[in-house]
């Protein structure tokens, strides 16, 4: 049977608890050459929904031998580009019926070739956004953190919280984010998630203050991360592309600094000579990309012990989780399966639905 | 709703009169720079199914916007490499539940996103390739072509047939195949199909004795056509990538190659050092990769007229369809969607199971 799952399925069973052990052994796999990822590419067309809006087909694999999965990973996507303060933003619409956004996980196993699962990538795509940046945590951070910031409050905000919560045990956690009623209302609800006080801080220097570790996760276009919040012995995590959300005067005082992949090159392919908003000839770092990538290390490296990492406790370390793989889809899926699988949870359908007698 | 469909449904609405025309008519939008083609990718690692087997995880994408449609076909399989008589062939293993292969075809909306239907890709796999062979000949070859030498007597064979008699009335149809059991149930099932004679011959040379148009449509890994079966006039057509069908011998006397696309190079990602049997450095072509290109027009810019075709009804053309392309997944599932629910066929799954409130 190939089962099928809903967001609300996989939320119930997927924990950051499992899940960064997880992904920890997938970048192993990765960084030993076992697993493998197909970067991401998108095909990038018009589309009759908005006259100024894109249609883009993304999509990304990943296999991992050891856990026995392949993933495919699609986005079916209705972009517009508004613009807010003269900055232009990428905003995907729900276009499909019902007000929907279009993410699929297909998860298929290297034993036989079978469609396990197929299920919805929203929530999977937050936690191993989340769950990623706690890898890095549990490497990079201190031994003794235990005071942390969120800047944002967004969907993306509350993983990372999640992330920390699972490699380090906070005592302390703020979240910064420029609008009061939404600060508050994460406060509130991962206050009552976690058991622990959640503060909301006026500043992003008032969250950042003391803090051992940092998570930027806003959707914000500029940097929310900013010299005077550094201190000796902080670790700060960021998730967007570019590295955009650490301001660059920040970064001489940052000792060490890794990426997730240096390959982060999406695999463009466009139509009718359109172009999305945020693609940029070069400055996408604020730097060349070449002399970006070679001041950097990346997780798996450090993951493995290939690279170095903290040093001391006074080190201030940096991630930036810059690429979505299609891998973790794959180390993501493996889990959700198993423990929907356990759970009886989802719609199971009949494998031969997806699958045939001839030869393709 | 998405609509489930299976390779029987297909067979039954999938024609080659209908599906020619609108192959066409992607390559146009293709060749102008409206449709978009993702290249093939593959990720290849070790499987447990057997130990000197492999298992791959191949991806492609396309985008027509003005059929409103994209498509991703996934295959999960699990190769093995037998040795026939010396040489190595690649071999899928149906090792899915039930000795099941596993290919799909996801088809997308550019309208709105939505996931318009999920299906197995095998019918479409052979109708497409046959198509597009179609459409080469219907370019290519002489206008009162109306002899066909069909050369091997499998799975594709018949789809080259379906397509040359959907291009050319013909009225002296021949199959050679090595076994002689094979060509004459081929030629008994394929007369009953189309309501003519198709005659079996003890020789390729005997088939291809007058024929003009020829389509070589084996599994055999070294030529099946040789200069002894070169006439003027003739078209012959090859669906393996490397042009290995056609005997070097046999090429200065083509007047005219063409190939689907210049760019046939997929994207392979390897995992434990795993390599395919049938990769190899330069050689594929029997020359090197770029001088191939270099004497090569393609199907695409001989539709549009970029290209000139055939001068004049001595001149032998040469159409080899050298990949896969995801794009073709597109036209094809556009036409098979669009028939599909005229017909009524399939399962309809709710379209909120594949879609999500979830900003992924």
């Not at 990428?90 to 298929?108: D, I, Q, T, W």
């Not at 899926?333 to 759970?343: E, F, I, P, S």
Request: aromatic share 6%.
């Amino acid at each position: 049977m190939t089962l099928i799952l809903s967001n609300e399925d996989i939320e119930r069973i997927l924990t950051m608890e499992d899940l960064v052990p997880v992904l920890e052994e997938a970048y192993v796999e990765l960084a030993e050459g076992r697993g493998g990822n197909r970067v991401r590419s998108d095909i990038v067309t018009p589309t009759t929904f908005r006259e100024d809006g894109l249609y883009a087909l993304k999509s990304m694999d990943g296999v991992i031998p050891k856990f026995g999965v392949g993933a495919v990973r699609i986005n079916s996507d209705i972009l517009t580009f508004p613009r807010t303060d003269g900055q232009m933003r990428r905003v995907k619409a729900p276009a499909a019926p019902g007000e929907r956004y279009v993410g699929l996980v297909l998860l298929f196993s290297t034993h036989n070739g079978e469609p396990l699962m197929i299920c919805p990538d929203g929530v999977m795509q937050r936690m191993r956004v989340g769950g990623t940046n706690a890898v890095a945590a549990r490497h990079m951070a201190r031994q003794d953190a235990h005071v942390a910031a969120i800047l944002g409050s967004g969907w993306q905000a509350g993983a990372q919280l999640l992330g920390l919560e699972a490699v380090r045990p906070l005592d302390d956690i703020r979240v910064y984010s420029p609008r009061k009623a939404s600060r508050e209302v994460f406060a509130q609800e991962m206050s009552a998630a976690l058991g622990k006080t959640v503060r909301p801080c006026a500043t992003a220097a008032e969250a950042c203050a003391g803090a051992d570790l940092v998570a930027c996760a806003t959707n914000a276009t500029g940097p929310v991360f900013f010299r005077e919040h550094v201190a000796a012995g902080m670790h700060v995590g960021g998730i967007r592309p570019g590295a955009s959300e650490i301001d660059r005067a920040a970064w001489p005082d940052i000792d060490l600094f890794a990426l997730l992949d240096h390959d982060d090159n999406a695999q463009i392919v466009h139509t009718h000579g359109v172009r999305l908003g945020e693609e940029q000839d070069g400055g996408m770092y604020g730097m060349p990309h070449d002399e970006f990538h070679a001041a950097m290390a990346t997780l798996p490296e450090i993951v493995t012990g290939r690279r170095e990492g903290r040093r001391s406790d006074g080190q201030v370390t940096c991630f930036l989780n810059n690429l979505g793989m299609g891998y973790q889809f794959a180390a993501t899926g493996y889990l959700v399966h198993r423990k929907a699988k356990a759970a009886g949870l989802g719609h199971e359908l009949p494998t031969d639905w997806f699958t045939e007698t001839v030869h393709p």
